[in-house]
C-alpha cells in the first residue's frame, strides 16, 4: 500500500464483558512494537495507531499485564480500517471538555455543536440539543454559546438561552441553529459607521416566533426576533444569515433564511439591533416551521462578485434594488419535494480559469459536490464530485448516502498558493461494523479538501488519547483558529449529527476537538 509516508489503521473491538483490559499490538520486521491499549467494556470500542505502507507487520493481543490473549476464546471480535491521509495531516485533541455519552449533565454538553466562529481574537461555539433524551429534566440547562479566549485557557459559558419551559416540560428553546459573523459599516440611515461587528444565531423552538438572538458590538446578548408574519403563525426556523450590499441602493443588509423565506434588514447603531424589514425578501409558496409542504430550507448564503446567492431547493441569485427579486440560476432532479434538503455550504472561491465561482453540496436523489462558474455570459452548473462513489472506494465499503458542508466550507490556505476547500461530512454506511442510530451513520468523522486544481483528498478527525473512541458521525463546522500562539493552520472543528438515534436517544455526543497540522 503506498498511500503515503505514513497512513492510520483503526481497530474496532466488541469486547467480552469479562475482558478486564487489552492491547493490539503491531509488530514490524525490526521487531518494534506499536500498541494501543482498549478498557474493559462492552459494546465497540476502538483506537487507531499510525503505521508505514509497505510494511509487512504482525499483530497479536494481549492482556493488560501482557500475557498473549485469543480473541476466539475471549469473546472478542476485531475489524480494522485503513484511514487514507491527505498531503497534508493534523493532529487532533479534544477542546471543548465534553465527556462522550457521560450521563451526568453540566454546563459543557449537547448533542450537537453546531457552529465555531472566530471574533475579534476570541473563538465562539453554539450546542443544541436534537433527541436529547434529557430534555424534559429540569436541571438541564438550555443551549449555551461557549467562549474560549486562548488556546491554553478555559472554554467559559458566555450566555445561556431562556430557561423557559413548555407544557410538555421540554425547554423552548432546544438548540441554537447557527452561529455566523456580520460586521456592518453602515447603519439603516445608510450613513457609514465604524465597523461594528456581531453574532447572530437562529434557534429550533416550541415558540410561535421567528427567533433571532444577537451578540451586539459592546459583547451583550439579546432577543432580536423577526417580527410576526400572518403567513408563519408558527414562525420558522432561521438556519443561516448573510450579508449584502445592495447594488442599487447602496444599503448594507443582513439576510436571514427560513423555511421557503427569507428575510433582510439593517442595523440600527444607536441601539445596536438589527432593524428587520416588514416584508420578506424572498416568499415561496409554502413557509413556515417544519412545513412538509416546504421547498426551500435556505441552508447558506454567499456574496460572490458583488452578488448574493442563497441555497435552498435551488441555488439562487438576488437581483438588487427598491423591487428586489430572486432567480434560479442552478438546480438538480429533486427526490422528495416535501422538505428537501437540496443544496448547503454556498461558498465563493476562485474556479479552474480563474473565475469566480459558487461551490455547494447537493443531497437528494444523489449526494454531489457542484460547482456554478459565474461566467460573462452567465452562469454555467455542473457536478463535479460523485460523492458516495467516491467514499465508497475510499472507504471500501458502500456509502449510500451522506451530508457535506452542514453550514459552509472554509478557504484554507495550504501555506501555497493554490488554497483548499475544506468541508466536513457524515457518511452513512449501513456495512460498517460499527454505526451509529437508526439510518446507519458512520461513526468516522473527517473532512474533504478541495485544492485549486479540483483534487479531492480527505482528512479523518480522531484522538488517539479519547477511550473508548466517541462516536462522532458528523463534522458540521470548521473554523480557523484566530489565537497568534497556535502553529500557523491551526483548526477548531465540531459535530455531531443526532437526527434518527438509538431508541435510548442522545446525551453528550457535542464534540469539538482542535487540529495542529503535521508535515508528513
Same mark, same amino acid.
Given at each position: 500500500?503506498?498511500l503515503g509516508a505514513q497512513v492510520q489503521m483503526k481497530w474496532n473491538a466488541v469486547a467480552d464483558p469479562h475482558v478486564t483490559g487489552y492491547k493490539i499490538n503491531l509488530t514490524d520486521p525490526s521487531g518494534h512494537t506499536n500498541s494501543i491499549s482498549?478498557?474493559?467494556?462492552?459494546?465497540?470500542?476502538?483506537?487507531?495507531?499510525?503505521?508505514?505502507?509497505?510494511?509487512?507487520?504482525?499483530?497479536?493481543?494481549?492482556?493488560?499485564?501482557?500475557?498473549?490473549?485469543?480473541?476466539?476464546?475471549?469473546?472478542?471480535?476485531?475489524?480494522?480500517?485503513?484511514?487514507?491521509?491527505?498531503?497534508?495531516?493534523?493532529?487532533?485533541?479534544?477542546?471543548?471538555?465534553?465527556?462522550?455519552?457521560?450521563?451526568?449533565?453540566?454546563?459543557?454538553?449537547?448533542?450537537?455543536?453546531?457552529?465555531?466562529?472566530?471574533?475579534?481574537?476570541?473563538?465562539?461555539?453554539?450546542?443544541?440539543?436534537?433527541?436529547?433524551?434529557?430534555?424534559?429534566?429540569?436541571?438541564?440547562?438550555?443551549?449555551?454559546?461557549?467562549?474560549?479566549?486562548?488556546?491554553?485557557?478555559?472554554?467559559?459559558?458566555?450566555?445561556?438561552?431562556?430557561?423557559?419551559?413548555?407544557?410538555?416540560?421540554?425547554?423552548?428553546?432546544?438548540?441554537?441553529?447557527?452561529?455566523?459573523?456580520?460586521?456592518?459599516?453602515?447603519?439603516?440611515?445608510?450613513?457609514?459607521?465604524?465597523?461594528?461587528?456581531?453574532?447572530?444565531?437562529?434557534?429550533?423552538?416550541?415558540?410561535?416566533?421567528?427567533?433571532?438572538?444577537?451578540?451586539?458590538?459592546?459583547?451583550?446578548?439579546?432577543?432580536?426576533?423577526?417580527?410576526?408574519?400572518?403567513?408563519?403563525?408558527?414562525?420558522?426556523?432561521?438556519?443561516?444569515?448573510?450579508?449584502?450590499?445592495d447594488a442599487a441602493t447602496g444599503k448594507q443588509m443582513i439576510f436571514a433564511g427560513g423555511d421557503d423565506v427569507i428575510f433582510s434588514g439593517e442595523y440600527n447603531s444607536t441601539k445596536q439591533k438589527i432593524k428587520w424589514n416588514s416584508l420578506a425578501?424572498?416568499?415561496?409558496?409554502?413557509?413556515?416551521?417544519?412545513?412538509?409542504?416546504?421547498?426551500a430550507r435556505f441552508t447558506s448564503f454567499a456574496e460572490c462578485g458583488g452578488k448574493l446567492y442563497a441555497a435552498g431547493d435551488s441555488i439562487y441569485e438576488r437581483q438588487d434594488g427598491s423591487q428586489q427579486s430572486w432567480n434560479v440560476i442552478y438546480?438538480?432532479?429533486?427526490?422528495?419535494?416535501?422538505? /428537501?434538503?437540496?443544496? &448547503?455550504? *454556498? +461558498?465563493?472561491?476562485?474556479? =479552474? #480559469?480563474?473565475? %469566480? !465561482?459558487?461551490?455547494?453540496?447537493?443531497?437528494?436523489?444523489?449526494?454531489?459536490?457542484?460547482?456554478?462558474?459565474?461566467?460573462?455570459?452567465?452562469?454555467?452548473?455542473?457536478?463535479?464530485?460523485?460523492? /458516495?462513489?467516491?467514499? &465508497?472506494? *475510499? +472507504?471500501?465499503?458502500?456509502? =449510500? #448516502?451522506?451530508? %457535506? !458542508?452542514?453550514?459552509?466550507?472554509?478557504?484554507?490556505?495550504?501555506?501555497?498558493?493554490?488554497?483548499?476547500?475544506?468541508?466536513?461530512?457524515?457518511?452513512?454506511?449501513?456495512?460498517?461494523?460499527?454505526?451509529?442510530?437508526?439510518?446507519?451513520?458512520? +461513526?468516522?468523522?473527517?473532512?474533504?479538501?478541495?485544492?485549486?486544481?479540483?483534487?479531492?483528498?480527505?482528512?479523518?478527525?480522531?484522538?488517539?488519547?479519547?477511550?473508548?473512541?466517541?462516536?462522532?458521525?458528523?463534522?458540521?463546522?470548521?473554523?480557523?483558529?484566530?489565537?497568534?500562539?497556535?502553529?500557523?493552520?491551526?483548526?477548531?472543528?465540531?459535530?455531531?449529527?443526532?437526527?434518527?438515534?438509538?431508541?435510548?436517544?442522545?446525551?453528550?455526543?457535542?464534540?469539538?476537538?482542535?487540529?495542529?497540522?503535521?508535515?508528513?
Amino acid at each position: 500500500n503506498a498511500l503515503g509516508a505514513q497512513v492510520q489503521m483503526k481497530w474496532n473491538a466488541v469486547a467480552d464483558p469479562h475482558v478486564t483490559g487489552y492491547k493490539i499490538n503491531l509488530t514490524d520486521p525490526s521487531g518494534h512494537t506499536n500498541s494501543i491499549s482498549v478498557p474493559q467494556g462492552t459494546g465497540a470500542l476502538s483506537g487507531i495507531m499510525t503505521v508505514t505502507p509497505g510494511t509487512q507487520y504482525s499483530w497479536s493481543v494481549s492482556s493488560s499485564n501482557g500475557t498473549v490473549m485469543s480473541p476466539a476464546s475471549q469473546g472478542t471480535s476485531f475489524t480494522c480500517q485503513v484511514l487514507t491521509p491527505p498531503s497534508t495531516g493534523f493532529s487532533w485533541t479534544q477542546s471543548l471538555p465534553i465527556t462522550y455519552e457521560d450521563p451526568s449533565i453540566g454546563i459543557f454538553g449537547g448533542t450537537e455543536l453546531r457552529a465555531i466562529v472566530p471574533l475579534n481574537g476570541s473563538l465562539y461555539a453554539v450546542n443544541g440539543y436534537l433527541s436529547e433524551s434529557d430534555i424534559t429534566d429540569p436541571t438541564l440547562p438550555a443551549p449555551m454559546v461557549y467562549r474560549l479566549d486562548s488556546p491554553t485557557g478555559p472554554w467559559k459559558v458566555e450566555y445561556e438561552l431562556p430557561q423557559t419551559r413548555a407544557d410538555n416540560g421540554k425547554l423552548v428553546y432546544s438548540t441554537l441553529s447557527t452561529l455566523q459573523k456580520i460586521t456592518f459599516t453602515k447603519d439603516n440611515n445608510n450613513v457609514a459607521i465604524p465597523p461594528a461587528d456581531v453574532l447572530v444565531s437562529g434557534t429550533f423552538s416550541q415558540s410561535g416566533a421567528t427567533d433571532v438572538f444577537m451578540r451586539s458590538p459592546s459583547g451583550a446578548w439579546s432577543y432580536d426576533p423577526i417580527p410576526a408574519e400572518t403567513y408563519l403563525p408558527s414562525g420558522t426556523q432561521i438556519r443561516s444569515f448573510g450579508q449584502h450590499t445592495d447594488a442599487a441602493t447602496g444599503k448594507q443588509m443582513i439576510f436571514a433564511g427560513g423555511d421557503d423565506v427569507i428575510f433582510s434588514g439593517e442595523y440600527n447603531s444607536t441601539k445596536q439591533k438589527i432593524k428587520w424589514n416588514s416584508l420578506a425578501d424572498f416568499l415561496g409558496p409554502n413557509p413556515g416551521k417544519n412545513n412538509n409542504a416546504t421547498q426551500a430550507r435556505f441552508t447558506s448564503f454567499a456574496e460572490c462578485g458583488g452578488k448574493l446567492y442563497a441555497a435552498g431547493d435551488s441555488i439562487y441569485e438576488r437581483q438588487d434594488g427598491s423591487q428586489q427579486s430572486w432567480n434560479v440560476i442552478y438546480s438538480l432532479p429533486l427526490k422528495n419535494k416535501n422538505n /428537501p434538503r437540496g443544496f &448547503s455550504g *454556498l +461558498t465563493c472561491a476562485t474556479g =479552474p #480559469s480563474g473565475q %469566480l !465561482a459558487l461551490f455547494a453540496s447537493y443531497k437528494e436523489l444523489t449526494v454531489d459536490i457542484v460547482r456554478v462558474d459565474l461566467l460573462p455570459s452567465g452562469p454555467l452548473g455542473m457536478i463535479e464530485l460523485d460523492v /458516495p462513489n467516491f467514499m &465508497s472506494t *475510499l +472507504t471500501n465499503t458502500n456509502v =449510500p #448516502s451522506a451530508i %457535506l !458542508a452542514y453550514n459552509d466550507m472554509i478557504l484554507y490556505p495550504s501555506g501555497s498558493s493554490c488554497p483548499s476547500l475544506l468541508m466536513g461530512f457524515k457518511l452513512d454506511e449501513p456495512n460498517a461494523p460499527v454505526t451509529w442510530g437508526t439510518n446507519n451513520k458512520y +461513526t468516522g468523522v473527517g473532512f474533504l479538501a478541495r485544492d485549486c486544481k479540483g483534487n479531492y483528498t480527505v482528512q479523518w478527525v480522531e484522538d488517539p488519547s479519547v477511550f473508548s473512541a466517541p462516536e462522532l458521525t458528523a463534522l458540521r463546522t470548521i473554523a480557523p483558529s484566530p489565537f497568534a500562539s497556535d502553529p500557523p493552520g491551526t483548526l477548531y472543528v465540531g459535530g455531531m449529527d443526532a437526527g434518527n438515534p438509538p431508541t435510548s436517544g442522545a446525551h453528550n455526543t457535542a464534540w469539538l476537538y482542535k487540529g495542529v497540522p503535521v508535515a508528513h
